[in-house]
T-cell receptor, first 111, second 120 residues
Framework: AQSVTQLDSHVSVSEGTPVLLRCNYS??????LFWYVQHPNKGLQLLLK??????LVKGINGFEAEFKKSETSFHLTKPSAHMSDAAEYFC?????????FGQGTRLTINP | GAVVSQHPSWVICKSGTSVKIECRSL??????MFWYRQFPKQSLMLMAT?????????EQGVEKDKFLINHASLTLSTLTVTSAHPEDSSFYIC????????????????FGNGTRLTVT
């Protein structure tokens, strides 16, 4: 079965510093992995996706993620946080006919 | 890009009444749409898979008689919360994938902006 674990429920960083949101996955076959962002009372927006091509995936708004099969990880990073990055982030793994969501990580940006 | 529209964005209703939420794919036809429920500070929980022209597939523990889903056309799925109670208050989100991209494996879903339901 497919599952995903986001290791931090809340991450707080200062504006201009790096962001790291951690995600580990479990899948019985080669997975497709996604990161989505959700701003308050909004739907989800796709940041980036991994689909067995390059292991380093670049997304929108300066985010990127690296697929590490040996570590079953798909951590999301950004070199320099911006105030507008404050939101909820979801790591997602594909399963037959559906997506499986992590519990989410709330990112807070301190001025 | 693919756009999914959800309406209303928020609704307040009295206990015992029914509420209908619409999910539309604006620039593509969607044979399959998904309905999620999200409690405060929690992740999305898949409620049901809506299939055009056939019955919806409900997840375990979701009452199909309470959460009626109708997918009458390739661009519209509706979720009706019947006889709503305060515990039904939640954030409901729909999603869909453009045709030809498959479901789940390497195709990200496109999400509506959600509907905040408050039952008083």
């Amino acid at each position: 079965a497919q599952s995903v674990t986001q290791l931090d429920s809340h991450v707080s960083v200062s504006e201009g510093t790096p962001v790291l949101l951690r995600c580990n996955y479990s899948s019985s076959y080669s997975p497709s992995l996604f990161w989505y962002v959700q701003h308050p009372n909004k739907g989800l927006q796709l940041l980036l996706k991994y689909t067995s091509a390059a292991t380093l995936v670049k997304g929108i708004n300066g985010f990127e993620a690296e697929f590490k099969k040996s570590e079953t990880s798909f951590h999301l990073t950004k070199p320099s946080a911006h105030m507008s990055d404050a939101a909820e982030y979801f790591c997602v793994v594909s399963a037959p006919g559906r997506l499986v969501f992590g519990q989410g990580t709330r990112l807070t940006i301190n001025p | 890009g693919a756009v999914v529209s959800q309406h209303p964005s928020w609704v307040i209703c009295k206990s015992g009444t029914s509420v209908k939420i619409e999910c539309r794919s604006l620039d593509f036809q969607a044979t399959t749409m998904f309905w999620y429920r999200q409690f405060p500070k929690q992740s999305l929980m898949l409620m049901a898979t809506s299939n055009e022209g056939s019955k919806a597939t409900y997840e375990q523990g979701v009452e199909k008689d309470k959460f009626l889903i109708n997918h009458a056309s390739l661009t519209l799925s509706t979720l009706t919360v019947t006889s709503a109670h305060p515990e039904d208050s939640s954030f409901y989100i729909c999603s869909a994938t453009p045709p030809g991209q498959g479901i789940g494996y390497n195709s990200p879903l496109h999400f509506g902006n959600g509907t905040r339901l408050t039952v008083t």
